[in-house]
């Protein structure tokens, strides 16, 4: 019997999430998003917490949602053996990084080498927004899907390179599919 596949789901999804379809027209995303948070099919990290916390307007809808008494169903914590290989990424790949840690004056820690090192470590799926960007002349961004792929950690990108968000019908087909079974 095949195991069920866990996704641990990086700020990205969430926040397109709520942009793109908003709880108060897209309910059915929403119920589903619950039901897989509850029955453990996702996860974020309390990095992933903290990031949306640091990144978030206190009034956003996603992070009321996230208040309303979510916390414990939804989030993992990260351990120290999480945070040592984190490092390790982190320093083999520094542009992971570089670009996302200052908003305005404040320096702020971002998830995603620990959510690729919690995927790593614990055999989860990373469930990402961003867009694993084909090489151009120069420099090229290095995101989530990047050292995922160099890490060999499975990884799902939502948003294709050329396509706007498809998180929700991923919710609902392949999420909702695996709630409804559990």
């Known amino acids: 019997?095949?195991?069920?596949?866990?996704?641990?789901?990086?700020?990205?999804?969430?926040?397109?999430?709520?942009?793109?379809?908003?709880?108060?027209?897209?309910?059915?995303?929403?119920?589903?998003?619950?039901?897989?948070?509850?029955?453990?099919?996702?996860?974020?990290?309390?990095?992933?917490?903290?990031?949306?916390h640091d990144y978030t307007d206190k009034e956003d809808p996603l992070l009321v949602w996230m208040e309303e008494g979510r916390k414990a169903k939804m989030v993992r914590k990260t351990e120290d053996k999480h945070t040592v290989k984190a490092?390790?990424?982190?320093?083999?790949?520094?542009?992971?990084?570089?670009?996302?840690v200052s908003v305005g004056s404040a320096i702020k820690e971002v998830a995603d080498p620990y959510i690729i090192a919690h995927s790593l470590l614990e055999k989860t799926t990373v469930l990402t927004g961003e867009k694993k960007y084909l090489p151009k002349s120069g420099s090229q961004k290095i995101r989530i899907p990047h050292v995922c792929e160099k890490y060999n950690v499975p990884c799902v990108c939502l948003k294709a390179a050329d396509q706007e968000a498809v998180v929700p019908l991923y919710l609902i087909q392949t999420l909702s599919l695996n709630v409804h079974g559990a």
């Open 87 to 100: 490092a390790e990424i982190t320093h083999d790949n520094p542009e992971l990084v570089k670009d996302n």
């Open 1 to 52: 019997m095949d195991e069920a596949i866990i996704y641990n789901v990086d700020a990205s999804t969430l926040i397109y999430l709520e942009k793109y379809y908003p709880r108060k027209d897209f309910a059915l995303i929403w119920v589903n998003l619950e039901k897989a948070f509850e029955s453990g099919t996702i996860y974020i990290l309390d990095k992933t917490w903290k990031e949306i």
